[in-house]
């Protein structure tokens, strides 16, 4: 008998109840009984659609309140000892300041998982740290999964996946130093497992599709061999990519089953197949985890059917990975046109494809002929529709040329051109694009989408909002104010909607972190520009002041990293054509008048490939890509690029061969950390490294920002550092963000004092971080 399983499920809820409940419960609207009750309501339905949809196994174990690595750290008691939290009595409070911070601390450090565009958060390891046990909500949610009449599957992250991607806090940390102890409390865990009755525990090692050094390859054998016979049966899951290479070490591990992903790396069954060890049940991940597109049940079976007729009951069927990257339930979506909804499963339906190749293994496809011909309809339909190819799209990404990947000059030139009509100050000031979206904007701005409010009001209301907001940076003095986004619902969306080749949903929710959720549009099509997106909004913003607005666009990496999209050619293409279509914007803005346009890419080191031996291409393309998008405009119109939150000491040749003129970063809450790699390499262009994190409603004081001034001016000539936050500002409210560019402004005035008299910056000595860490995107 095959096993049909799934690795985990969204927990948002389809309508966003777990987003919902957790910011009524963060501002006192609900307590604490009445969000568990929400989170138990969510459990019971999920549970209940993969046990109705046919599934032998429901995943306990994938819900959390923030983050599932988080829960793993608190799970084992490994909580950072500077919040001075008992593991064992941990709060949902606590654990929500964990995540997000509190007056005395800054929270955990949060990070992309993998090459998804969901976050975690980076656990903190040093010699202290401890891993006594913590809190036992996993062991009660399978109790209440049983009580439910469910057979359970709890999920783990598992324990080298959990040391790998945590940080150490203490110099010279040798984290495979702390993995005996943090071996004995997984064996605690299992025995408590097995105590309850759990029969499998589906253990989660996604660095095993990473290229791993040799000791961290040599712990698995050590770690695994310590955890066998523990009364339970593991199952090691791994995802994202090929671990063919690892085939020989997993083989030799004492495991009763090991899961990996069929859809992202078909390519390594053939090396995993060899030298099967008997017994062991191969995990099978072909219902497509990451994306929406609804898998061809057919060509699936092809797959499976001789691994059936292989390993009989030894065979399992499942997702990629956890469905959390998927939204909830498409049947929700009625705005779709039947054509394109055929092409279409979100997680619930997933559940379904998988309940029903389990039941073509097991009797036959004429007991699903019906699930199969319809199948078929889709899969042909989307080969064939007339509404996916367009031949003047392929004929422009066909004729381009090298040329039309560079801009006229190198830097050295444009900037003299740029600053000779700019005439900005020293250390120029600017914001990252974004401005608070208030409860006011996103009431208007619902109200013309449902058609209640006329476009002319529309239009009206956001004009006020953009000349609000100009006025503000007026005052303040921010030397290149933005428009503020106003009208702009997301940075991929929003462009998004007047591409043509895109398709939204209205329920397409997927979690990013915490509560913070987006809906990535869909890309089924070859995607072009009809008319300008951007441009009107623009044009406005100018005639308010006489100082240089900026432009704000989604760069072409970005929209595609942060969409659903099309499977059906290479990624490189469709970024190719969305550049074209974002070049057509940039050269209309430059008409227009605005000749500062940045082209936003924070997601351009997160399509990086797990392997790094697959790196150089897709660094070779996605800057491409970015050059195309950027390269119609004269030398004097000045190109910004803004990135967030991520590693770039690997990738910083590919990144200053995007050619931006100027580039700016997150890099607050890593005390500048992160743009000492840019001082090393001796980055060309100019910078805008953040000076303070908009993650947080807390307004650092002056003092805190002219010390991480003082460092960037250690690494970058002042001639080249612009002042400016970490990233937009639409999740902030005005008085915290007024207060807090008021003192960012402050704190350049005093700078640019300095520099000026040739002494040094009088720095607050009290002004230092509690801690070095990373962010967020707030991109979005």
Not at 664 to 682: K, V, W
């Amino acid at each position: 008998m095959t096993t049909a399983h799934v690795l985990g499920f969204p927990r948002i809820g389809a309508q966003r109840e777990l987003k919902f409940a957790l910011e009524g419960f963060w501002q006192g609207a609900i307590d604490e009984t009445e969000l568990a009750a929400v989170g138990s309501q969510l459990r019971r339905r999920h549970w209940a659609w993969q046990k109705d949809a046919g599934l032998d196994w429901v995943a306990v174990g994938d819900f959390a309140w923030y983050d599932q690595v988080l829960n793993t750290a608190a799970l084992l008691g490994a909580l950072p000892a500077r919040f001075g939290f008992d593991p064992s009595t941990l709060s949902l409070k606590q654990y929500f300041e964990l995540a997000r911070g509190n007056a005395a601390q800054p929270a955990l450090e949060m990070t992309k998982w993998f090459d998804t565009n969901y976050h975690y958060l980076v656990p903190e390891l040093d010699a202290d740290t401890r891993f006594d046990g913590g809190v036992d909500w996993l062991f009660y949610e399978i109790e209440e999964a049983r009580s439910q009449g469910h057979a359970v599957k709890p999920v783990l992250l598992g324990p080298l996946s959990f040391l790998y991607l945590a940080k150490a806090k203490l110099a010279g940390l040798d984290k495979l130093a702390l993995l005996p102890d943090l071996i004995a409390a997984y064996q605690r865990i299992l025995n408590k497992l097995a105590v309850q009755g759990v029969q499998w525990v589906q253990i989660d090692e996604p660095i095993l599709a990473l290229e791993l050094p040799g000791d961290w390859l040599a712990a698995f054998e050590r770690a695994y061999r310590a955890l066998d016979q523990h009364g339970v049966k593991l199952l090691l899951a791994t995802y994202f990519d090929s671990v063919a290479d690892h085939a020989a070490l997993l083989h030799r591990l004492p495991l009763a089953g090991v899961h990996v992903d069929l859809v992202r790396a078909p390519e390594q069954l053939d090396a995993l197949l060899v030298d099967w060890p008997t017994g062991r049940v191969l995990s099978a991940g072909v219902i497509d985890g990451r994306n929406i597109w609804a898998a061809d049940l057919s060509a699936r079976l092809e797959t499976l059917a001789p691994l059936a007729a292989h390993l009989g009951d030894r065979l399992w069927v499942g997702s990629s990975c956890s469905l959390l990257h998927t939204p909830v339930d498409l049947e929700q979506e009625d705005g779709l046109d039947a054509e394109l909804k055929g092409w279409l499963a979100f997680a619930r339906q997933k559940l379904g494809e998988v309940a029903m190749l389990k039941r073509a293994l097991e009797q036959g496809r004429d007991a699903v002929a019906g699930e199969l011909a319809r199948s078929d309809a889709a899969a042909a339909s989307r080969r064939t529709s007339r509404r996916i190819h367009d031949p003047a799209v392929g004929e422009r990404v066909a004729a381009l040329t090298p040329a039309d990947a560079c801009r006229a000059q190198p830097y050295a030139q444009r900037a003299e051109q740029q600053r000779a009509w700019l005439k900005l100050p020293l250390l120029p000031t600017t914001t990252i694009g974004s401005f608070p979206q208030t409860r006011e904007i996103r009431a208007a701005r619902a109200a013309f989408k449902r058609g209640e409010l006329p476009q002319a009001q529309y239009m009206a209301a956001m004009q006020a909002e953009i000349r609000l907001v100009v006025e503000k940076q007026e005052a303040l003095g921010l030397d290149v104010p933005v428009h503020g986004e106003a009208e702009r619902n997301d940075m991929v969306e929003y462009f998004g909607e007047q591409l043509s080749g895109f398709a939204f949903t209205r329920f397409g929710w997927v979690q990013s972190y915490g509560s913070r959720c987006v809906k990535p549009p869909i890309i089924f099509g070859d995607v072009s520009r009809p008319t300008p997106m951007t441009v009107e909004w623009s044009r406005y913003a100018q005639s308010l002041t006489t100082r240089p607005m900026k432009g704000m666009l989604t760069g072409p990496v970005t929209i595609l990293q942060w969409s659903f999209v099309r499977d059906d050619q290479p990624r490189e293409r469709t970024c190719l054509q969305i550049a074209l279509a974002i070049r057509d914007e940039v050269v209309d803005l430059e008409t227009a008048g605005i000749r500062v346009i940045q082209i936003d890419e924070p997601a351009f080191r997160e399509g990086l490939p797990l392997k790094r031996g697959d790196w150089d291409r897709y660094l070779e393309w996605a800057g491409r890509a970015f050059r195309v998008s950027a390269s119609g405009v004269a030398d004097a119109t000045q190109i910004h690029t803004h990135m967030c939150y991520s590693e770039f000491n690997d990738i910083l040749p590919a990144i200053a061969a995007m050619d931006a003129d100027v580039i700016t970063i997150e890099t607050s809450r890593s005390d500048m950390e992160l743009l000492e790699a840019f001082g090393s390499f001796r980055y060309p262009n100019e910078i805008g490294p953040g000076v303070y994190d908009i993650h947080s409603p807390r307004v650092p004081p002056v003092g805190e920002m002219l010390r991480l001034i003082a460092k960037a001016l250690d690494v970058v000539p002042a001639e080249r550092l612009w002042i400016n936050p970490d990233c937009g500002l639409k999740t902030r409210g005005w008085p915290e963000t007024e207060a807090a560019l008021r003192n960012m402004l402050d704190a350049t005035r005093e700078a640019r004092a300095a520099l000026a008299e040739g002494r040094a910056l009088l720095i607050d000595a009290g002004a230092q971080p509690a801690t070095a860490q990373h962010g967020a995107c707030g991109c979005h």
